[in-house]
């Protein structure tokens, strides 16, 4: 079908275009901006929102993306459903037609982003901008046609939405059941519905079209394409505006054209909102260092944190763990990532994705056991691995030292008490405390007495004993106080190996360390690991020469997760020391190795992209969670300086593919922007290096900087703890601290008795050798 608009009657509603809206790109002008390396234009970027995001590539494509739903994790999704696979721009002028499809740049802003386009020998230049309102289910483009020419320009520009209106992963199970789309011109846009369901997706223009289109050749067998065309006129040495909006519901068509009508009528105020949103998140806990490559990396990860919020106002909100094929909500991956959340003041979101995961996991569990993942349609793929339920312990009491919120804490703990019960009751045969399951590492055999477990069940009842004693519980707190105890001592004697100078990857028995090392073989034949072959063959004999009836530790895949002792601080100090520097055999210029045995004798030397199968895996990869678990235990052990190494090795994938964002492997691999990179970074800049240790319901912040050697001057600002904000400036002989609350305390605790305080009246105490000062001050000055 094609309706066909006059002429004359397109370039009145042309003329009448205000002039006076300023360009997207011109707000943009003073906003932090990113451009990408040529190289990875045929790589992916997100324009990211909490109800709506977009996926493309940087070239301006829509090329199939993803392995989750095969080829369909690009595009824009208005979860639980998707709106469009993409969409095409085509400019026609001088008798030549153009597909902007090869963008030579493109420039990614913390909330919006642009391709620029340059066409006849860069005398037409077209920008696309684009952003995704807050809280609004569709997305903003404008394209900015610039002739730089000494001549008018006249021609057309057409438009082709290609709608895909589909459900997302595991819809059938939740009776989401796609059908065919078909689509309705109505004004300026085109009204496009799935048959059998209240899923719309709408897009145009604020501008009168001069023709329009349904396009047969539909690129998915359910989906539909319509295009939409302009006439285009362009003085010399100016430019022309064209704005468009995709908007959506998956519950009715008023919904639909609400949001639609909304994107491009506020569209402006809209985009200063976000943009004034985006400049406070980059205010909170502000970093300022002498590595500004470190100090740009830290900044732009509270933007990607805040690119991970996934509002279904059925479901609730919650970060999903990375984009683009792990969009949704998972139980570990917010357990680590929250933690920095919190420590970058992005308290709200925190808060609501614990209230999704509790309340979920106990429709699902009832038993305390949290989920692992989650689709955003609300069915459960995976309903907890074993770790999952005492890292969500240690969560609750982490956050509430943050917010001091007694009611935050007496919400969950009637979850955690259930689940310290199902995790010991249910979960631990031979009653050693060592509950048996899969932890972090998805490897198959890899379900007996892990080492990750062992370390955050122990973790989990030290933080239990302290919820309960303050809830006033002091039965139950020595109780938890005894189990932790014993744990942590178990720990150190049965999953210690003095032949590897590590903890074990798992207990287990002769059985099942001879079957995993037959596995673990073929793989380090397949990735042509010779010294790993050469290990195993000799494990494998000893376990022959000497075997056993019962349970022991076996080392074979040198896991990151024989690190978590030293993640925790349950390690005793002389095992953690040999341990961490037994360590640094398994990393790269990147980080650390997900596997030990994947890594080869040149790896420290190679600083090239990371060669993924083509079938997504995660074999051979280093990745950010690990690398920063190793970077928090070597502070965890008085090594900042190690701990720094760690960081900067991270922090070179900083923008290596998409600029202001880091993979998930290192470094170019998985997904583009990830949730817990912010607990890598955060909890050894924020809780380590500057010692903040929030004590909220004490109304008390305790600091203990423990800085590198590299940082003789540094500074973070506005840290939120409960109600109070604290900034530090930091230099060798002084120490600067205010704090917006003159009814707390900040108790600094220092190594070096000879500090002296020169504003502020602190109360001075020794203990362990360290003094501390203990202020009711809003501005303190400490100096050698």
Request: aromatic share 10%; with cysteine; hydrophobic share 35%.
């Amino acid at each position: 079908m094609k309706i066909r608009i006059p002429l004359l009657c397109s370039l009145l509603i042309l003329a009448c275009t205000p002039k006076s809206e300023p360009l997207l790109s011109d707000i943009l002008k003073e906003t932090p901006s990113i451009s990408g390396n040529s190289e990875y234009l045929s790589s992916p970027f997100v324009t990211a929102g909490n109800r709506v995001y977009m996926v493309g590539h940087q070239d301006g494509t829509f090329p199939p993306l993803g392995w989750h739903i095969k080829g369909e994790m690009g595009g824009i999704w208005n979860h639980p459903i998707k709106l469009m696979d993409g969409f095409d721009a085509e400019l026609t002028v001088n008798a030549n037609t153009y597909l902007l499809n090869k963008a030579s740049e493109f420039v990614n802003y913390p909330f919006a982003n642009k391709h620029i386009f340059e066409l006849e020998d860069d005398t037409l230049v077209i920008e696309r901008v684009q952003f995704v309102p807050d809280n609004i289910q569709g997305i903003s483009i404008q394209f900015i046609i610039k002739n730089n020419s000494s001549k008018n320009i006249e021609g057309q520009l057409k438009f082709t939405g290609h709608t895909n209106l589909r459900p997302t992963w595991l819809g059938e199970q939740s009776k989401m059941l796609d059908t065919k789309d078909y689509g309705v011109l109505k004004e300026n846009h085109w009204l496009v519905k799935d048959s059998l369901n209240p899923w719309h997706n709408v897009f145009g223009s604020d501008q009168a079209p001069i023709a329009t289109q349904e396009i047969k050749s539909a690129k998915q067998p359910n989906g539909t394409s319509h295009s939409l065309t302009y006439t285009v006129q362009v003085p010399s040495k100016s430019e022309q505006v064209i704005n468009f909006a995709v908007a959506g519901s998956y519950t009715s068509e008023e919904i639909a054209l609400d949001q639609y009508k909304t994107i491009l009528s506020q569209r402006k105020d809209l985009f200063q909102e976000k943009k004034s949103r985006y400049e406070a998140l980059a205010n909170q806990s502000k970093l300022t260092i002498p590595d500004k490559h470190l100090q740009e990396t830290f900044k732009w990860l509270k933007y990607n944190c805040d690119w991970l919020v996934r509002t279904i106002p059925e479901i609730g909100t919650g970060i999903g763990a990375g984009i683009p094929d792990y969009p949704w909500y998972f139980g570990v991956d917010s357990e680590y990532a929250l933690k920095g959340y919190m420590a970058i003041g992005q308290d709200k979101v925190v808060e609501q994705t614990i209230e999704l995961l509790d309340s979920v996991s106990m429709a699902v569990n009832t038993n305390g056991r949290i989920l692992h993942e989650m689709s955003t349609n609300g069915v459960v793929f995976n309903k907890g691995n074993i770790n999952e339920t005492p890292q969500f312990t240690s969560l609750i009491w982490e956050i509430y030292k943050w917010n001091g919120d007694k009611e935050f804490l007496t919400r969950y703990f009637p979850t955690i008490k259930k689940g310290l019960n199902w995790l010991l009751e249910e979960n631990d045969d031979n009653n050693n405390l060592f509950p048996d399951g899969f932890g972090m590492m998805e490897i198959h055999g890899l379900d007996s007495e892990m080492i990750d477990v062992a370390s955050y069940t122990q973790r989990a009842f030290a933080d239990a004993a302290l919820i309960a004693e303050e809830l006033g519980n002091s039965e139950l707190a020595k109780k938890y106080q005894n189990l932790a105890d014993e744990l942590k001592t178990k720990i150190n004697e049965q999953f210690w190996s003095e032949t590897f100078n590590s903890y074990a990857d798992f207990i287990g028995t002769d059985d099942q360390a001879l079957h995993l090392i037959e596995d673990a073989l073929v793989r380090a034949d397949t990735l042509n690991k010779p010294w790993a072959i050469e290990e195993l063959e000799a494990t494998k004999q000893q376990i022959l020469s000497n075997p056993s009836d019962t349970p022991r530790p076996f080392v074979l895949y040198h896991n990151w997760v024989v690190n978590t002792p030293m993640e925790m601080g349950i390690a005793d100090s002389t095992k953690a020391i040999l341990a961490l520097d037994n360590a640094t055999k398994f990393t790269n210029p990147f980080g650390v190795f997900v596997t030990g045995i994947d890594r080869d004798e040149s790896a420290g030397e190679d600083d090239g992209s990371f060669e993924g199968s083509k079938v997504f895996s995660y074999t051979g990869a280093v990745m950010t969670l690990p690398t920063g678990v190793q970077a928090i235990a070597e502070n965890n052990y008085g090594r900042p300086d190690r701990a720094l190494d760690y960081l900067q090795r991270m922090s070179r994938t900083f923008s290596y593919a998409l600029p202001g964002s880091i993979y998930e492997v290192s470094p170019d691999y998985g997904m583009m922007t990830q949730a817990w990179n912010i607990y890598a970074f955060a909890v050894p800049i924020v809780n380590q290096f500057f010692g903040i240790q929030p004590m909220a319901h004490k109304k008390t912040t305790v600091i203990e900087p423990q800085m590198p050697t590299e940082w003789g001057e540094a500074s973070l600002e506005n840290v939120k703890v409960g109600d109070n904000t604290v900034s530090i400036w930091y230099s060798g002989s002084k120490i600067k601290i205010q704090q917006t609350r003159g009814d707390w305390k900040i108790r600094l605790v220092l190594p070096e008795a000879d500090y002296m305080a020169t504003e502020g009246n602190p109360e001075r105490t020794t203990t362990n050798g360290k003094t501390i000062l203990t202020f009711s001050d809003k501005d303190i000055v400490v100096s050698k």
